[in-house]
């Protein structure tokens, strides 16, 4: 199947720093990548629609200002969470579908635990 | 938006066993994925579903999308099928990522 690659798997930082989590398809190219946020024990919930070329797609009560994503080229999206705090602390998981483009299967990069301590 | 209900939440099962695991959904849909979450938080792709049948080895996925469910059955059931099962879906005419359902934890005791 279809690899998605995301890094780093783990990050433990100091609240107020910056984290950057990358997200790359190996070996098809995405202008649309989503991605995922999921607490423990809970499902996943999608926050954002990253885009190339163009701004990304938030949901609703997902602050686009904390949450930055960038889609710099057709196989690299990045999200980084600024200024994070305890409460950031969460998996984060990136997908992107094989059509390349908005629908069709999705596959899901390996996740990104972060710990803001 | 798109409601997606997984049952049951829970399940625990004897080595050997077979199981359902059902996903009610609220809209019509134009994309259905099974998942198997690991203890890692890796996703599996199981079956990339929006109607009809199909099988991969001990695993096969059914759905109606007419009625607006969908089924996995996992037969004869080994100690590494634990873990979290989701269900996700496109509305239709969506390009919008997938709703996933809140899973189904199921635990294969030896």
């Known amino acids: 199947g279809a690899v998605v690659s995301q890094h780093p798997s783990r990050v433990i930082c100091k609240s107020g720093t910056s984290v950057k989590i990358e997200c790359r398809s190996l070996?098809?190219?995405?202008?649309?990548m989503f991605w995922y946020r999921q607490f423990p024990k809970q499902s996943l919930m999608l926050m954002a629609t990253s885009n190339e070329g163009s701004k990304a797609t938030y949901e609703q009560g997902v602050e686009k200002d904390k949450f930055l994503i960038n889609h710099a080229s057709l196989t690299l999206s990045t999200l980084t969470v600024t200024s994070a705090h305890p409460e950031d602390s969460s998996f984060y998981i990136c997908?992107?579908?094989?059509?390349?483009?908005?629908?069709?299967?999705?596959?899901f990069g390996e996740g990104s635990r972060l710990t803001v301590l | 938006g798109i409601q997606v209900e997984q049952s049951p939440p829970d399940l625990i099962l004897q080595e050997g066993a077979n199981s359902t695991l059902r996903c009610n959904f609220s809209?019509?849909?134009?994309?259905l994925q099974w998942f198997h979450q690991n203890p890692w938080g890796q996703l599996i792709n199981l079956f990339y579903?929006?109607?009809g049948t199909k099988q991969n080895g001990r695993l096969s996925a059914t759905t109606v999308a007419t009625e607006r469910y969908s089924l996995l059955y996992i037969s004869s059931s080994q100690t590494t099928d634990s873990g979290v099962y989701f269900c996700a879906v496109e509305p239709w005419g969506g390009a919008d990522g997938l709703t996933f359902g809140k899973g189904t934890h199921l635990i294969i005791q030896p």
């Open positions: 997908s992107a579908p094989t059509s390349g483009r908005g629908t069709g299967e999705l596959f």
């Open positions: 070996d098809f190219q995405a202008t649309t």
């Open positions: 579903i929006p109607s």
């Open positions: 809209d019509s849909v134009n994309n």
